[in-house]
Structures are given as structure tokens and as C-alpha cells.
């Protein structure tokens, strides 16, 4: 049972990470701030271009609200945003940082 039920929590975690991004506030599931400051994220992300690639907190962009797993919208405001986004450019530095 404990084996099912963690094999389902990796595939949730896998599949959220296909990410639209949506212009409209009340249709996403989180809103994000990017930040440029790395000790300021909650999340650091790596956006790749390949599925085959696709854990967490790494990100592939689609434009197919059908195939999202995660709806994001961009907010300006720090103090509104469930996530803090810090992108790197190394897979290997993706991580949630507990605030």
C-alpha cells in the first residue's frame, strides 16, 4: 500500500510540472513572482525543453491548457505570490527551499 501510494505521489509530482502560463489571474492554480535573487525563492526551476526530462520543479512549457498540470500566472507582486521562481540554468540545482 505505502509502495502504491508513493509510486502515485511521484507521478503527481512528475505531471505537475507541465506548466501553461495564463493571462488571467482567477484561472491559475499559483501565482508566481520571479525573482533574481536566488536566497529569496521558494522554488528554484529549470525550464527544459524535453518531457522525457520532467520532475520536480523542473519545468516544460506547454501551450495546451488541456495538457497543463500546473496553471501559472506571472504576479508583479512579491506579497501576492504562492511561489517565489528563482531559474537556473543547471538541472542539477532545482530544489524547494522550506521558508
Known sequence: MILA???LLLAFSASAQIVYITNSQSQADKLVYVTNNQSQATHIVYVTNSQSQIRENVW????????AKLIIYYTQ????????????N??????????
Open 77 to 88: 507582486s512579491l506579497s501576492q505570490a504562492d511561489m517565489v521562481v528563482y531559474y537556473t
Open 90 to 99: 543547471s538541472i542539477s540545482q532545482v530544489k524547494t527551499i522550506k521558508k
Open 5 to 7: 501510494i508513493s509510486i
Open 60 to 67: 516544460y512549457y506547454t501551450n495546451s491548457l488541456s495538457q
